[in-house]
């Protein structure tokens, strides 16, 4: 009898971590699942934002070439 009640102990307890193992494994699936949102979702903004700047980048070009300095041939320098 003794024997038959440490069994199911011991089961009971076997259950038990089992149980926490798969919570702890479905817990650690889903941040790992975030995470990897995350980083993906980082790396497409910083070439988005690469992008813009090169853009960004261009316009201003395009703008200082069409400013002329119109003091060059002005006879008070």
């Given at each position: ?23 702890l494994t ?52």
């Open positions: 009898m003794l024997n038959y009640c440490q069994i199911q102990l011991l089961l009971t307890l076997l259950i038990d971590h089992g149980q926490i193992v798969t919570m479905i817990v650690v699936i889903f941040f790992a699942v975030l995470l990897i949102l995350g980083v993906r979702k980082s790396y497409k903004l910083k070439k988005e934002n690469e992008q813009l700047d090169k853009i960004s980048e261009k316009l201003a070009k395009e703008e200082e070439e069409k400013y002329n300095d119109f003091t060059d041939g002005h006879m008070y320098q």
